[in-house]
């Protein structure tokens, strides 16, 4: 099935899915956007993404032209368009404009895009083995400047940080907040196991509200293990347990060195194994897409 490019109620090819080059998304990275996962068909979280998306665009003042229904509607129809049972979802929604100034109160045409595409983020070993990650030294943005919980079209940051993964030779970076505090990874959350409790920042310590985070808290719940939400410094990972990362797109994977060090005996560990089991199984679970 060739692929279908939602633009504002139309549908494009991918060579024809185009819009502005004076569009502000692309001029400032000024809009929202969220990536989404499709498992057996459906839509994982669709709702969760849906209120995040609305959400950053209220923090920016970027009125969405269709409402929450008409959205929900949208990605559905393009998902089953394109055919794909397992794949990856890009929404986005630009500021728009047709003028070089930076005001967004002059840009009266946000463009609604939906990309379904298929989707292979890390190779096969990093599940099994884990990742080796480096903390970066460039900060996570600071929240009085550009929230995280934003999920904008401005990954700048991340991407500075993303840099110098790949310099080291990893390919993901831990973030600190402007108080030398772990947040997050460059797009994904981190958790880390610490005498049989999983801990994560919480969300002051200036990180994306992740939807598979909050899924992994409350699956960890149900198998009866204690979570919390606490502040986390690097010699908190240094002496962890096990540590792992969660995005959309990464799922729950394993991370077993930082900075050159092994995180515990540098083996993928048991809980991290346990909760990429539940994770898969519940992804695919009907009653998990109703949420
Ligand atoms: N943090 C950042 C910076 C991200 O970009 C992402 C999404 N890729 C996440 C965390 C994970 O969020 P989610 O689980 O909602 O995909």
Do not use: W
């Not at 986005?92 to 595409?117: E, H, K, S, Y």
């Amino acid at each position: 099935m060739a692929q279908a490019i939602y633009i504002n109620g139309e549908y494009f090819s991918r060579e024809d899915a185009k819009i502005s080059v004076y569009d502000h998304g692309l001029l400032y990275g000024d809009g929202v956007f969220e990536g989404m996962r499709i498992y057996a068909d459906k839509v994982f979280a669709l709702e969760d993404h849906l209120v995040r998306l609305y959400e950053s665009a209220r923090a920016i003042a970027l009125n969405i032209p269709i409402d929450i229904d008409a959205m929900r509607e949208a990605v559905n129809t393009t998902v089953a368009k394109n055919g794909l049972k397992e794949g990856y979802i890009r929404l986005v929604v630009t500021r728009g404009g047709n003028q070089l100034g930076l005001d967004p109160f002059r840009c009266d045409d946000p463009q609604v895009i939906i990309i379904v595409d298929s989707i292979s983020l890390y190779p096969e070993k990093y599940y099994t083995e884990g990742l080796d990650l480096v903390t970066a030294s460039t900060i996570r943005n600071h929240p009085a400047a550009l929230s995280p919980r934003i999920k904008s079209l401005n990954y700048l940051n991340n991407i500075m940080a993303k840099i110098e993964a790949i310099r080291a030779g990893c390919v993901e970076a831990v973030m600190l907040n402007h108080k030398g505090e772990v947040a997050e990874c460059t797009g994904d959350n981190i958790f880390i196991v610490r005498r049989g409790r999983l801990l994560t920042p919480p969300i002051h310590a200036g990180i994306l509200e992740g939807i598979t985070r909050n899924t992994v808290i409350e699956l960890a719940r149900k198998e009866g293990i204690e979570v919390a939400e606490e502040t986390l410094t690097r010699h908190d990972l240094f002496v962890a347990d096990e540590c792992f990362l969660t995005g959309s797109a990464a799922e729950v994977i394993p991370a077993v060195k930082l900075d050159g060090r092994l995180i515990a005996d540098g083996k993928v560990g048991p809980i991290t194994k346990r909760l990429n089991e539940v994770f898969k199984k519940h992804v695919r679970d009907d009653r998990a897409h109703l949420s």
